[in-house]
């Protein structure tokens, strides 16, 4: 793949980079460092969001944008794809401005959830996993959906070339995800 992308004052890949994980535990507003966490959508739907992961996403989609030309690279087809519905429709959101300004017009960008790219490939794919939830017992875990082996096995396998996996280290640092391989029952230990 042709990219290279840049964070706060380093260098989150090279051309060779084919896996990167970009943390939102975090965000910087005035200056100080806050925890980054989830939001739940209000009315006709009530799917979870995460409105960082949109804005660290934009930014990637519009280096991207700057960094490709021509036509004819297969490596200007993207998906993004996330584990929620609600994140889908603001990911959807960003994305239709950034068509409408020009921002993005170098790149074949699809949007979708998890589900959605069952059976599907592209060069890149950026997964948006949205959990980051307030801390309970002094801990931040995930719900049982993101953990579900199936959809991670889906999520991560999309990508061709390059995957950038945005989201929080802080809630997926050290969880166990549960392996059923089919001839068995739940294996004893997960993964890790």
Known sequence: HPYVLVGDNQVLTSKNTHTVWIDTSQRRVQNKLIDNFENKEEGKFNSRFNQYEVE???????????????????????????????QVRKLKQMIDSLRQNGSV????????????????????VITSLVSSPEKKNGQRKPTTFVKEFRLINVAFSRAQSMLI?????????????????????ERKKPYK
């Open 56 to 86: 660290v996403i934009r930014k990637i989609l519009c280096s991207m944008n700057k960094q490709i030309s021509g036509s004819e690279n297969k490596n200007r087809d993207i998906a993004v794809i996330s584990f929620y519905a609600g």
């Open 105 to 124: 017009n170098n790149l074949n960008l699809r949007v979708g959830t998890v589900d959605q790219f069952q059976g599907m490939e592209r060069p890149i």
């Open 165 to 185: 996996v945005v989201g929080s280290v802080d809630v997926f640092n050290d969880v166990p995800v549960y392996v059923n391989f089919g001839y068995r029952k």
